[in-house]
């Protein structure tokens, strides 16, 4: 296991809902990034946190936004739900800083369907 | 164009046989490469970086031509747990995004 936790595991909201989905990163990592994987796609790129800040932006609304905290958790935030976010939200913990590769490691995703 | 393409598959592949597929990538400035796993309804599991020289772990060896902008992986003697499908991953900074492509769907068949 990886030791990245995201909560909950499953969720469904109506459109125009706003949902929160959480992520708490591996130990000693400082970096948080979230992926949107729509069924039969790859993951795709939301946005990333680093030191409590934005630090990259997918190609996403600004509907889409996110939080990091001092012990480096995270939150993704997704306003006006539209049925399109429908899909796996993966959170990924890794070190920045270390070395050239920072391989990033994902949590077991949450998986919300907006009705 | 996509930003990393790869063969959606499925490759049938009998078990005890070798398989091999790559992927290739449009941006030549990426850095770095990866292949992940991901089995179905899972998180993606990252199975190997790519080094220049290419690298070597157990039956997995992964490989990456800067020039042509590729990358392969080739497995060698199936099992059936290696049915999965394998993302092809590229990081263009330092610390920043990563890349997937769409997948590649391995079934390893008795």
């Known amino acids: 296991e990886t030791g990245v936790t995201q909560s909950p595991t499953h969720l469904i909201k109506t459109r125009g809902q706003q949902v929160t989905l959480r992520c708490s990163s591996q130990s000693g990592h400082n970096t948080v990034s979230w992926y949107q994987q729509a069924l039969g796609q790859g993951p795709q790129f939301i946005f990333q946190?680093?030191?409590?800040?934005?630090?990259g932006r997918g190609n996403f609304p600004p509907r889409f936004s996110g939080l990091q905290f001092p012990n480096y958790s995270s939150e993704l935030n997704v306003n006006a739900l539209e049925l399109d976010d429908s899909a796996l939200y993966l959170c990924?913990?890794?070190?920045?800083?270390?070395?050239?590769?920072?391989?990033?490691?994902f949590g077991p995703g949450t998986r919300l369907t907006v009705l | 164009r996509k930003e990393v393409e790869q063969d959606p598959g499925p490759f049938n592949v009998p078990e005890g046989a070798t398989v091999a597929f790559n992927c290739t990538y449009s941006?030549?400035?990426?850095?770095?490469f990866f292949w992940y796993r991901q089995d179905c309804r899972k998180e993606p599991k990252l199975l190997m970086s790519?080094?220049?020289s290419g690298n070597e772990d157990g039956r997995f060896t992964a490989q990456l031509n800067r020039a042509s902008q590729y990358i392969s992986l080739l497995i060698r003697d199936s099992k059936l747990s290696d049915s999965a499908t394998y993302l092809c991953?590229?990081?263009?900074?330092?610390?920043?995004?990563?890349?997937f492509g769409g997948g590649t769907r391995v079934l390893v068949k008795p």
């Open positions: 946190y680093y030191r409590e800040e934005e630090n």
């Open positions: 941006n030549s400035a990426s850095q770095s």
């Open positions: 790519v080094y220049s």
């Open positions: 990924a913990s890794s070190l920045v800083g270390t070395s050239s590769y920072n391989e990033q490691f």
């Open positions: 991953v590229v990081n263009g900074a330092a610390g920043n995004k990563l890349t």
